[in-house]
């Protein structure tokens, strides 16, 4: 077992790189699980795949390559539910689809990779749902252990969404694996064809050794391992944030970073140097309400931090970010950039996290600032900002390039390019989806609200804190543009099976116009429990997780189980 230490940012935010090899291999590996009931294996043809959170490393959202689904056909007559599929627990993270995929003894599927509350993971023919392969990596842990977070009611397991590598075969995915009296976070490296670990799984630990001589140790009970997964730079990004505000002494927001081809830590030798103060609270927690870790081309990684103390200020240029957007080297070893908000006490003492929602990085424009992120959080503020220089912290006016009132924001942003050439920045608040025109200028760019669907469609249990919205569309062409999500429950149920979740379609062209809307599942214990649930678009199909069940969306027409896929 071995801890190396990259670097610390705070007493609120630790970046480190460490790993252990998985001696618990017992319980929690995997063994290939075959499909005694899959279909008979048929060619599959090929396109699109969504290999990670939000389709792609900036968290865009976009697939711009569906060219099936158009806003002329989907509506309640041609579009609808093809398959329920049933599933082992609640799924928190986003489907993954990897098409032309070879599966051991079954031929070449299209598969939607699913991964639950359970520890487990499925690989599914992405068309007729059957199950192709299932792994369990081990005991589930019940909230209770969680210091009582019923955020993760009444049990977790994988939380966050996993990553795929084509060229490894390989998804990884972080399981929570209850041991008696303990826990354990492990990161697996799975073969895409059968589920099987490709190399030992590594338990995730991390320390912090100040200049005070106090040691902080990675406490695995009181943290959640919430951000989808990162690969970028040869490397997969692994963030944590805490269990709520419940163990502000013990827990902090912590990413760490491991090889991806052999899951080895990313250590050059870059060691802390901060001191951290004695203080009993700690948090700067990295949430983003499941919206994973972004990255720009030159591999920075970009991310939203939660509250700290609300007893006193903390921000610190040197060591603490509450309340913030932090721009890190690819490495970890240097934080490049920050932002945070002038009235971040006051959001620390209102529970107003910015880190409740995500941060976008948004793809080069023309003009004077070619490279932005957007984020914001509870407040109702989103936040667009040059990627090159976030503003920092003032007291008095943040120094960003513009304020979008997207309403309070358990949610993250998406992003398209309209038919009449014009991006577009996707807000999913508790204002509604809201399409906002980036024009690019010589100076600063130009942002004016295009249309919305009002806040009647996002709101829900807890909170009423919006949705995170994913785009399909052909390109630029025409009528094709749509916006999917996912609206909460309206109403609560702490017994199975839970209260309905809806999936939701506009006309991404003009938001006010709806074109689709369904029961796409079901989830418990609304009333404190977020179903921040992304709906995955490709292919023609749209794929919604929700407890214990997958729900696959397409054209009634075409029924297109009959179609090798």
Request: hydrophobic share 40%; glycine share 10%; net charge negative.
């Amino acid at each position: 077992m071995f801890v190396n230490i990259r670097i610390a940012l705070g007493r609120g935010l630790i970046v480190a790189v460490a790993c252990a090899v998985l001696s618990q291999a017992a319980s929690a590996a995997p063994s290939a699980a075959g499909a005694r009931n899959a279909p008979r294996a048929r060619p599959a043809q090929s396109g699109v795949d969504v290999l990670t959170y939000h389709n792609d490393t900036q968290r865009t959202g976009w697939n711009a390559a569906e060219t099936i689904l158009t806003a002329s056909n989907v509506n309640a007559a041609t579009f609808g539910l093809l398959q329920t599929v049933p599933l082992d627990a609640r799924v928190d993270a986003q489907p993954l689809v990897v098409t032309s995929q070879p599966i051991d003894g079954q031929g070449t599927h299209d598969v939607v990779y699913v991964a639950t509350e359970n520890n487990s993971l499925y690989a599914l023919d992405a068309t007729s749902g059957a199950v192709l392969w299932q792994v369990n990596f081990g005991p589930n842990v019940p909230d209770s252990f969680k210091s009582g977070d019923d955020n993760v009611y009444p049990f977790m397991g994988i939380l966050s969404t996993p990553v795929v590598d084509r060229a490894l075969n390989a998804i990884f995915v972080v399981s929570d694996v209850f041991q008696s009296s303990s826990d354990f976070f492990a990161l697996h490296q799975i073969a895409l064809n059968n589920g099987s670990d490709q190399v030992a799984p590594v338990v995730i630990q991390a320390s912090q050794q100040t200049k005070n001589g106090s040691l902080w140790t990675f406490n695995s009970q009181f943290q959640l391992q919430r951000p989808g997964l990162l690969e970028a730079n040869g490397s997969i990004y692994v963030a944590f944030g805490s269990n709520g505000d419940i163990n502000p002494n013990i827990s902090r927001g912590t990413i760490l970073r491991y090889d991806a081809s052999t899951l080895t830590p990313q250590d050059e030798g870059v060691t802390d140097t901060l001191a951290i103060r004695n203080d009993a609270y700690y948090l700067t927690s990295i949430w983003q309400s499941g919206y994973g870790l972004a990255t720009d081309a030159a591999g920075n990684i970009y991310f939203s931090t939660g509250n700290s103390d609300p007893n006193k200020p903390t921000y610190n240029a040197a060591y603490n970010h509450p309340e913030g957007t932090l721009k890190l080297s690819g490495d970890l070893s240097t934080l490049l950039s920050n932002f945070t908000p002038a009235n971040y006490f006051s959001l620390d003492q209102g529970d107003a996290d910015v880190g409740s929602g995500g941060t976008m990085v948004i793809p080069p424009q023309s003009g004077g600032v070619p490279n932005m992120i957007l984020s914001g959080g509870k407040d109702g503020r989103a936040f667009l900002m040059d990627a090159n220089d976030l503003g920092g912290h003032s007291k008095n006016k943040d120094k960003v390039l513009a304020e979008l009132g997207s309403g309070s924001c358990w949610c993250g942003p998406a992003y398209f390019v309209g038919s009449d050439g014009v991006s577009r920045l996707v807000t999913g608040g508790g204002n509604g989806v809201t399409s906002w025109k980036l024009v690019p200028t010589a100076h600063k760019p130009q942002v004016s609200e295009d249309s919305s669907t009002g806040s009647s469609v996002v709101n829900g249990l807890p909170d009423g804190g919006g949705v995170i919205p994913s785009i399909s569309s052909n390109g630029t062409a025409p009528g094709t543009a749509i916006a999917w999500f996912v609206q909460r429950p309206q109403s609560n149920d702490d017994n199975e099976p839970g209260t309905p979740v809806t999936l939701y379609a506009f006309d991404a062209s003009n938001l006010s116009t709806q074109l689709f809307s369904a029961q796409a599942g079901l989830w418990r214990h609304a009333v404190n429990s977020n179903a921040n649930i992304v709906p995955t678009v490709a292919n023609g199909f749209v794929y919604v997780a929700s407890n214990e069940q997958l729900q696959i969306f397409g054209l009634l027409s075409q029924q297109r189980g009959a179609r090798a896929r």
